[in-house]
C-alpha cells in the first residue's frame, strides 16, 4: 500500500507544479519595492508598450568593461528593458559589446559618428591614475523595416559621471518608450511651418525640423495670398494644428495678424520664437569688432499685448552665460579660444513644468525680457535668465572689446528675466471692438481653449552649419557642449500639441546612490584589510568557540 501512496503523491505534486506553471505564466505580478518606484512603467509607457504587435528588437552597446558610473546605466537600461519585455513579449533585447571583434575604439567610434551616434569619451580615475575611455551609450530599436537611433546617456554641461548618470536614469524610461512610439504610431498632427516674413532660412532650421518630422507631418505655409484672398488663407491655415514661427524679422500686415489671431480663436496652438531687436553675432565680424543693435519693428505689439504678454525692445546681458568663440592666429596656427560672453544668456528654470524638468540650459543670444499682464489667461514662465542680469535698452553698441574685461558686478542687478512664457486658455481676439481688416462669416471675439508658446529669441531654433549642412541644434563644435535648445523645443511642441503622454513620464524622480571616490580612494586599504582579515578572524574565532564548546560538552 504504500508504493503506490507514493506514487499518487509524486502525481498530485507534478499535477500541482504544471498547474502553478502555468498559472505563472498567463497570470503574473511584478513587485516594485523601490523608494522611488523606478521599475514600475507610467500609464503612458504602459500603453505604448501594450500596442507593441510585431516583434520589436533592441540592441544596446552598453556591453564591455567602462566605468562603474556607467555599469550602473548598464544594469538599470537591461532592468528597464526587462520589465518592457514582462509587460509584453513581443519586446526583444539583446546587449552588443561593439568592441568585441574590433579593438580598435577610435575605427569604431568613427562608424557611430558617421551613424548619427556619438560616443562619449571619459576620463577614468582609478587607483590615482587618470585615463581616456570610450563608451557608446546607444540603442538600435528595430520594428518591421523601421528603425530608431536612441540616445541613452544625457548630455550635461560641467556635470559630473554620477550627475550624468543620475540624469540619464531618469530619463531612461521616456528614451525607450519615445523609440518605441516612434516606430508604431503613424503620424497625424500637421505643422505649418511658416515662410515670408523673413524667417530663418530651411538650413539653419533643418535639424529640428528633422527631428519633429519624426512624430508630426510638416510643411512651409506662407501668409503671402493674405492681401489678395485673406479668406481662403485663413481656411488653409485652420488645417494645421500648431504654427511654427522661426524668428520672423518683416513686420506683419493687419491682414496677416487677423489671419493669425483667427487662428489662436478657433483652437489653433502656436509657437514663436521671435524678438523685437536686431543683433547677431556675425556683424560683430569686422576690423573694429563692433555693431549696433537697433530695435526691430514686427507689428505685433497689440498682438501679444492682447494675449498678456509684452517683448520689451531691450537685450538682456547675462553674467550666466556660454561663451563666444573667437579665432585667433593664422593659417596652420589658428585657434579657436572660448571666451565670456554676456549677451548669450543660459537660462534657469524656475519651475518644474514638464516642458523643462531636467533639461539642459537652454543657449540664448541677444534675447529680450518678456513682461506679463493682468488678464484671463494662464501664464507659466518656463525659463529665465539668472538673477544676476542686466538690461540694455536699444540702440546700443555691442562691441568684442569688452571681451576678458571684468564686468561691473553691481549693475546686474535687474533680476531674473522672463526668457519664454507659456500662455494657456481662452484667448480674447486682438480685433474685439476694433475695425476688421477683412469681413469673415465666423468671427470669434473669444476663443475656444489653446496654447501659444513665446519664447523671445529667434536664435534658440537656429542650428550651426558646417560645410553647408546642419549640425546638431545645441551643439557648439567648438567647444563640444550641448545645450537643451532641442529637447526644450520638441517637449513644447508635444505639450502645444497635447501629446502629454511622453512628457508626463519625464517627470519620474529617480535617485541613485553613488560612491564618494575620494573617500574610498583614501579609505581604499584600510577595506581591502577588514574584507580579507574581517572574515578570518571571525572564522578563528568561530573556531574557539565551538571547540570550547564541545569540550564543555563532552567533559560533563
Known amino acids: 500500500m504504500k508504493q503506490p501512496n507514493k506514487i499518487k503523491s509524486l502525481l498530485i505534486l507534478l499535477v500541482i507544479l504544471i498547474a502553478v506553471n502555468f498559472l505563472a505564466s498567463e497570470f503574473y505580478s511584478r513587485v516594485d519595492l523601490t523608494q522611488d518606484q523606478r521599475y514600475s512603467l507610467s500609464p503612458a509607457a504602459k500603453e505604448i508598450v501594450a500596442n507593441v504587435e510585431q516583434p520589436v528588437i533592441f540592441d544596446v552597446f552598453l556591453e564591455g568593461s567602462f566605468p562603474s558610473e556607467f555599469r550602473r546605466l548598464q544594469n538599470e537600461t537591461r532592468q528597464m528593458l526587462e520589465e518592457f519585455s514582462a509587460y509584453n513579449r513581443n519586446i526583444k533585447f539583446n546587449f552588443v559589446d561593439p568592441l568585441e571583434e574590433s579593438g580598435d575604439a577610435n575605427a569604431i567610434a568613427e562608424e557611430f559618428y558617421k551613424m548619427g551616434m556619438t560616443p562619449a569619451r571619459l576620463n577614468v580615475q582609478e587607483n590615482g591614475k587618470n585615463s581616456e575611455s570610450i563608451i557608446f551609450p546607444w540603442a538600435i530599436a528595430n520594428y518591421g523595416d523601421k528603425t530608431v537611433k536612441i540616445p541613452l546617456l544625457k548630455n550635461q554641461i560641467g556635470a559630473t559621471d554620477e550627475e550624468r548618470v543620475n540624469a540619464s536614469v531618469q530619463q531612461l524610461e521616456y528614451a525607450l518608450a519615445d523609440g518605441l512610439s516612434k516606430l508604431i504610431y503613424p503620424r497625424k498632427k500637421k505643422i505649418a511651418v511658416m515662410r515670408g516674413n523673413g524667417e530663418l532660412p530651411d538650413v539653419q532650421i533643418a535639424d529640428f525640423v528633422k527631428t519633429i518630422q519624426e512624430y508630426y507631418f510638416m510643411a512651409p505655409f506662407t501668409l503671402d495670398s493674405a492681401a ?9 491655415l485652420k488645417e494645421y494644428d500648431l504654427i511654427l514661427e522661426p524668428k520672423p524679422t ?4 493687419e491682414n496677416e495678424k487677423y489671419i493669425l489671431d483667427q487662428y489662436v480663436m478657433n483652437g489653433g496652438k502656436m509657437l514663436w520664437l521671435a524678438e523685437v531687436t536686431n543683433m547677431e553675432n556675425d556683424s560683430l565680424f569686422n576690423d573694429q569688432g563692433t555693431a549696433i543693435a537697433l530695435p526691430r519693428n514686427l507689428n505685433l505689439g497689440d498682438y501679444f499685448f492682447s494675449y498678456g504678454v509684452r517683448i520689451n525692445p531691450e537685450i538682456v546681458n547675462d553674467l550666466y552665460s556660454a561663451p563666444i568663440v573667437l579665432a585667433s592666429g593664422s593659417g596652420q596656427n589658428t585657434r579657436f579660444n572660448p571666451y565670456p560672453w554676456f549677451y548669450s544668456p543660459l537660462t534657469t528654470s524656475p519651475n518644474e513644468h514638464p516642458i523643462i524638468n531636467n533639461i539642459e540650459a537652454v543657449k540664448f543670444e541677444y534675447a529680450n525680457p518678456i513682461d ?13 535668465s539668472s538673477p544676476k542680469t542686466k538690461l540694455e535698452g536699444v540702440p546700443a553698441q555691442i562691441s568684442l572689446n569688452t571681451v576678458g574685461q571684468k564686468p561691473d558686478l553691481n549693475s546686474y542687478n535687474s533680476g531674473e528675466q522672463p526668457l519664454a512664457v507659456l500662455l494657456e486658455g481662452q484667448f480674447k481676439s486682438v480685433y474685439k471692438n476694433r475695425v476688421k481688416p477683412f469681413e469673415i462669416q465666423n468671427h470669434l471675439d473669444k476663443g475656444v481653449d489653446s496654447k501659444m508658446l513665446i519664447v ?8 550651426d552649419i558646417q560645410g553647408g549642412k546642419a549640425m546638431e541644434l545645441g551643439f557648439q563644435r567648438y567647444t563640444g557642449n550641448t545645450y537643451g535648445n532641442k529637447e526644450f523645443l520638441l517637449n513644447s511642441v508635444n505639450y502645444l500639441l497635447d501629446d502629454n503622454g511622453l512628457i508626463d513620464i519625464r517627470s519620474k524622480e529617480i535617485n541613485l546612490a553613488f560612491l564618494d571616490k575620494e573617500k574610498t580612494a583614501d579609505e581604499r586599504s584600510k577595506w581591502q584589510l577588514i574584507n580579507i582579515a574581517g572574515p578570518i578572524i571571525l572564522l578563528f574565532i568561530f573556531g574557539i568557540a565551538f571547540r570550547f564548546y564541545r569540550k564543555q560538552k563532552y567533559v560533563k
Open 228 to 236: 489678395i484672398n485673406p479668406k481662403k488663407t485663413l481656411a488653409d
Open 372 to 384: 506679463t499682464l493682468a488678464n484671463d489667461i494662464n501664464k507659466t514662465i518656463l525659463l529665465s
Open 456 to 463: 523671445s529669441d529667434g536664435d534658440v531654433i537656429k542650428n
Open 250 to 253: 518683416r513686420a506683419y500686415s
